[in-house]
């Protein structure tokens, strides 16, 4: 991410809520503190163990908001 970005490449990190924290102060030690991140709700800390389909669904939930952290369109 940081290379891609430092590049001018937008990039946008998924995560579950549970990595919050670690993706702010990691984003603020490699000189992004203004990278955005979106985060899954699946009801737990990781998403090891769920089904391709569950998969998909989730990635579906996302890619709007991917596209708009990408675009520069969102907004918050």
Same mark, same amino acid.
């Given at each position: 991410?940081?290379?891609?970005? /430092? ?10 809520? /549970?990595?919050?924290? @670690? ?21 737990? /800390?990781?998403? @090891? @163990? ?24 969102? /907004?918050?």
């Amino acid at each position: 991410m940081v290379t891609l970005e /430092s590049l001018g490449i937008p990039t946008v990190l998924v995560a579950t809520p /549970s990595f919050r924290n @670690g993706v702010k102060l990691h984003a603020r030690v490699y000189g992004l503190p203004e990278y955005k991140a979106i985060y899954l709700e699946s009801g737990t /800390s990781s998403i @090891g @163990g769920f089904s391709p389909e569950a998969m998909e669904d989730f990635s579906e939930q996302l890619f709007d908001a991917a596209v708009a952290v990408l675009t520069g369109t969102n /907004s918050g």
